[in-house]
């Protein structure tokens, strides 16, 4: 048991890792590539690269698929289609310094919507931790100034940002009603539905004239940052999100969204050759300690009432 849960947490550091890249590569390919037909090429380039590993587990689990179309619509819409879209939308025109710290309300999203939907509660040790870790994400945001707080202001980009938080928040909290079929069949119907619901989503928004769709650069200069989405943002890290939610509960599970700042200095360092100041290690170090607090208190009885 203590080693499954190891092995859980484990899986649930990968995401935000994969997700801080996303969050760093869609903030500069927005400028090129429209938010909604940069989600739909991702969602689409997954579900067409996950073919093979596949194909053969939904053709096995298509009648369970079909059984619980809704369920499997309905988290596919949150996820792929929701999350990504709002996601992309907020990035053309907030801050990352927003979308961090909107970010780091993810924790206590998904403890408000456990509890309004599963009567699931947080304990005293969980409302430390989301605290102390939404501390840190905000001394990496602001830079170690907290007076900064003062200017940031709020826009529509912030309200795209937030909404995606909430559709993912519930896609994880409604996770465990999930149809028992193979992981990998889960996953191409997500990927699948998603890529559908946004191209739905960008006909509405041709139809309206609300703006275009049309990439303003060749697809070669934007096609890494995609492939990068495709397979790691999206197969990855759904794959061990789920994995690991599915394992300890989507309240504790939310808690590792805050390691997506800390892993984005990473990027940083390694893609820019930025310095790690010294408010970066106290952000980050916060936001580990919120994390351990969420973890290790009464683990075993917070397991059992989460799941």
């Excluded at 073919?51 to 079909?66: C, G, N």
């Excluded at 289609?81 to 992309?88: A, H, I, R, W």
């Excluded at 870790?133 to 795209?160: C, E, K, N, P, T």
């Excluded at 300890?248 to 820019?272: E, K, M």
Aim: with cysteine.
């Amino acid at each position: 048991m203590q080693s499954q849960l190891r092995l859980a947490f484990l899986a649930l550091i990968l995401p935000p890792l994969f997700w801080s890249g996303n969050t760093v590569l869609g903030r500069l390919t927005v400028t090129h590539v429209p938010p909604l037909t940069l989600n739909a090429l991702r969602w689409g380039l997954a579900a067409l690269l996950f073919v093979p590993f596949a194909y053969q587990h939904v053709k096995r689990d298509w009648p369970v698929l079909w059984q619980y179309r809704w369920r499997v619509l309905g988290l596919a819409l949150c996820a792929a289609t929701g999350y990504n879209s709002f996601l992309y939308l907020g990035l053309r025109s907030t801050s990352i310094v927003n979308a961090a710290l909107i970010n780091a309300t993810t924790p206590a999203v998904v403890g408000v919507l456990s509890a309004v939907l599963l009567r699931n509660h947080l304990t005293r040790w969980q409302l430390i931790g989301a605290v102390v870790s939404m501390v840190g994400v905000l001394q990496i945001a602001v830079r170690g100034d907290w007076a900064s707080l003062a200017d940031v202001g709020l826009h529509i980009g912030d309200v795209y940002v937030f909404a995606g938080v909430v559709l993912y928040g519930l896609y994880t909290v409604l996770l465990r009603f999930a149809p028992k079929v193979h992981a990998f069949s889960f996953m191409q119907a997500i990927f699948v539905i998603g890529t559908i619901g946004t191209l739905v989503w960008m006909g509405i928004y041709w139809l309206t004239g609300s703006g275009s769709l049309a990439l303003n650069v060749p697809i070669s200069q934007v096609m890494w940052p995609i492939v990068y989405m495709a397979i790691f943002a999206s197969i990855g890290a759904t794959f061990f999100w789920n994995y690991g939610v599915q394992q300890i509960g989507a309240i504790r599970a939310g808690y590792f969204v805050n390691l997506i700042p800390a892993f984005s200095i990473v990027w940083a360092l390694l893609l820019i050759g930025e310095e790690i100041r010294l408010y970066q290690v106290v952000g980050m170090a916060l936001v580990c300690v919120g994390i351990a607090f969420a973890l290790m208190a009464r683990r075993q009885t917070v397991s059992k009432s989460e799941d």
